[in-house]
């Protein structure tokens, strides 16, 4: 039975600028991210357990940046024409950082919800005392940060963003998954065909 709603979740694992200010893109990419992967298939899980109920349906779109121009315009009018969205910012690193912050925020002032998760949140908020100035930044901006691992904990993420209820922070680095049945990291073929 298909859902009447419709929840759009456009993942994006994000490239970095070179010294002169220039997002690095490649026609192809040398290997797909494993976190972009992860990520995706935690939220087809909770996809197939229809964890926003019987009547809506999510939808995943999955993007790397390293080998595909965003089009905000395009993606926003998509994002915004869905009944819930959001977008994930994915695994990203130190040196990504910048380049994710001006992602999240074109879609923060676009009104759509931004998670962002990966090893530079992870890592800074494990092993700083307190959490980094361009992390409280971000999430100044409107941007919810992801710290840690999302098995067991990605239906709790969809919920509260479908229920446009995301928390500033998600500090989960003290709670590590079990992964003795974690689902195994797939990407979709369109999004591997560019690697």
Known sequence: MAGTKRFLIVLI????????????????????????ASVYSLIDDSRRGKV????VDIEIDVIDETNTVLRFNKLIRR???????????????????????????T?????IQVVMGGFHAAGSI??????????VEAQELGISIYAGEAEGKMDEILQAAWARELKPLYNLM????DLANATLP???????RRM
């Open 13 to 36: 694992k994000p490239s970095h600028y070179d010294d002169d200010g220039y997002v690095i893109q490649w026609f192809r990419s040398p290997i797909p991210s494993n976190s972009l």
């Open 52 to 55: 926003l109920g019987d009547d």
């Open 79 to 105: 994002l915004k024409a869905a009944d819930g969205a959001m977008v994930g910012l994915v695994g990203v690193q130190t040196n990504q950082f910048p380049r994710a912050v001006d992602i999240g925020r």
């Open 107 to 111: 879609f923060v002032e676009a009104g």
């Open 126 to 135: 494990a092993m700083l005392p307190e959490c980094p100035k361009e992390i």
């Open 174 to 177: 003290k709670e590590l998954p």
């Open 186 to 192: 797939i990407l979709p073929a369109k999004a591997i």
